[in-house]
């Protein structure tokens, strides 16, 4: 699979090495002004970019559901333990 490039320029904090697996292209966000409101104990919160071949699968074999998208990335509400 070809690893989308991330934009430059992003707010969003992000952390990590690749979720849901280390290199995967999505990443854990943290908190700032942008994730405030959608970050729960009981789902992580991860974006994507928006140009991932593979976005609908990641979707499906996650159960995620996408809270908003900001500066080429798709930021999605992923539920623990799935």
């Known amino acids: 699979?070809?690893?989308p490039t991330e934009p430059t320029e992003?707010?969003?904090p992000f952390f990590g090495t690749g979720y849901p697996a280390q290199g995967d292209p999505?990443?854990?966000?943290?908190?700032?002004?942008e994730t405030i409101d959608y970050?729960?104990?009981t789902a992580d919160l991860v974006g994507?970019?928006?140009n991932l071949?593979?976005?609908d699968d990641f979707v499906v074999q996650t159960g995620a559901v996408e809270v908003?998208?900001?500066?080429?990335?798709?930021v999605f509400s992923i539920p623990t333990g799935k």
């Open 1 to 3: 699979m070809i690893q």
């Open 68 to 74: 908003f998208r900001q500066d080429g990335f798709v």
């Open 39 to 41: 970050l729960d104990h």
């Open 48 to 50: 994507c970019p928006v």
């Open 26 to 33: 999505c990443r854990r966000l943290g908190e700032s002004a």
């Open 10 to 12: 992003t707010s969003l």
């Open 53 to 55: 071949s593979t976005l």
